[in-house]
Structures are given as structure tokens and as C-alpha cells.
């Protein structure tokens, strides 16, 4: 019997340790997975879909529209509201981003279609 509890309590554990937060459309399985560096250095990128990993450095204190992306090979900014969503304060978490890579006011930035964090 002790046996059998234990077992249970480490499968919920294990379930709630990996459980994934996907907002927007979610990530694509099929864009290209990419650094920022490669994002910043390469224009023929622009306009492209493409997959990003990384830390939430900076959120949208207001309403989660916005938030920075850094991935240990440079930081960029990910517009959530340009596609009609938001995430709440995960500022600090993993987050994986698909997104469309296009010029805004602040420079080369994502329009995310879905964030998944976690």
C-alpha cells in the first residue's frame, strides 16, 4: 500500500513539474528553430517564421502585451499584441516562442503567434 502511494505522489509530482503553458496559437513544430544572434545577423530571416528559446528577461508590467527574449546569444523583443494576446508576469521562466521576424520602431523584433512556457 505504501508502496502504491508513493508511486502515485511522484507521477503527480512528475505531471505538475512538467505541465506547459502554451498562450496564442502555440509553438510550431514545423518553423525553424533559431538564435537571436541569427535573428539580428542574418536579414534574410526577415519576414520568415521562425522558433526561439530562451529566458523572459523584461515583461509588460501593464498587461503581459510585450516581453524580452534572451537566449544566452542576445536579447530581442516579442510583440504579443500585434496577434491579440497576452501572457501573465513569467518573468525570469523558459519560454518558447514562434513568431514572425519583421522591423519595428525599437529595431528587429518577433511577432509571436503562440508563446508555450515551461
Known sequence: ??????????????????????????????????????????????????????IITTQCASNGCWFFLHDGSGQIFIDLATKGFAIPPKQGKKAKVTGIVSVGQAGIQIIAYGVEIG
Not at 2 to 23: D, H, M, P, R
Not at 24 to 39: I, L, P, Q, R, T
Open 1 to 54: 500500500m505504501k508502496k502504491t502511494a508513493l508511486l502515485i505522489l511522484i507521477s503527480l509530482l512528475f505531471i505538475v513539474g512538467c505541465s506547459v503553458e502554451q498562450y496564442g496559437a502555440g509553438v510550431s513544430k514545423e518553423a525553424a528553430a533559431v538564435k537571436v544572434k541569427d535573428v539580428m545577423l542574418n536579414p534574410s530571416l526577415q519576414g520568415k517564421v521562425v522558433n526561439l528559446e530562451g
